[in-house]
């Protein structure tokens, strides 16, 4: 079964600071991968998508990698603001895409 | 403004309750899925519906079911077999069955038994 690990599970930096959150997955037969934000008490916000034929997705300040072979994908943040201070999420489909595993999460606090 | 929408966004229950959370889109999606998320836990699903009319079980469907009646609706039940429901409820659509495309997610629904 699909497996979703990411690390750290808690990051802490000041303003202005490029980051990198981690996401491995166990099985690299995906179809895709999904980078999601959830603030406090809210619901996800997809971020980017990266179908398995692409190496990377690029949102803004937002730039996410895939390697499939050894099942890791890294969301970079460039320029972090107060504004990130977020949970995120990495997820990717399983059971032939019929459903989802998402990882547990890495809350992200970016300080003034 | 489509979108998805859940209700209520608080939702408290005696022991032994039956409760409904419900989960409505506009976005014209096949699929539906319902999620449990506990503190410093990644999403779990519950069950999903690829279309309407049929449902299939997730991770963790005991205690809980569902319904498919319209495209548009999916309600979540909780019901007393459930044996610690407290959590935070997501629901979610994308549009194409198979994984490929993105979910959109509502808003969620924290349900508290008292």
């Known amino acids: 079964k699909q497996e979703v690990t990411q690390i750290p599970a808690a990051l802490s930096v000041p303003e202005g600071e490029n980051l990198v959150l981690n996401c491995s997955f166990t099985?690299?037969?995906?179809?895709?991968l999904q980078w999601f934000r959830q603030d406090p008490g809210k619901g996800l916000t997809s971020l980017l998508l990266i179908q398995s034929s692409q190496r990377e997705q690029t949102s803004g300040r937002l730039n996410a990698s895939l390697d499939k072979s050894s099942g890791r994908s890294t969301l970079y943040i460039a320029a972090s603001q107060p504004g990130d201070s977020a949970t995120y999420l990495c997820?990717?489909?399983?059971?032939?895409?019929?459903?989802?595993?998402f990882g547990p999460g890495t809350r992200l606090s970016v300080l003034p | 403004d489509g979108g998805i929408t859940q209700s209520p966004k608080y939702l408290f229950r005696k022991e032994g309750q039956n409760v409904t959370l419900s989960c409505e889109q506009n976005l014209n999606h096949d699929a539906m899925y319902w999620y449990r998320q506990d503190p410093g836990q990644g999403l779990r699903l519950i069950y999903y519906?690829?279309?309407?009319?049929?449902?299939q079980k997730g991770d963790i469907a005991e205690g809980y079911s569902v319904s498919r009646e319209k495209k548009e609706s999916f309600p979540l039940t909780v019901t007393s077999a459930q044996k610690n429901p407290t959590a935070f409820y997501l629901c979610a659509s994308s549009i194409m069955r198979g994984g490929t495309d993105t979910q959109y997610f509502g808003p969620g629904t924290r349900l508290t038994v008292l």
């Open positions: 099985d690299s037969a995906i179809y895709n």
């Open positions: 519906s690829q279309i309407v009319n049929d449902f």
């Open positions: 997820a990717v489909p399983y059971n032939y895409g019929q459903n989802f595993v």
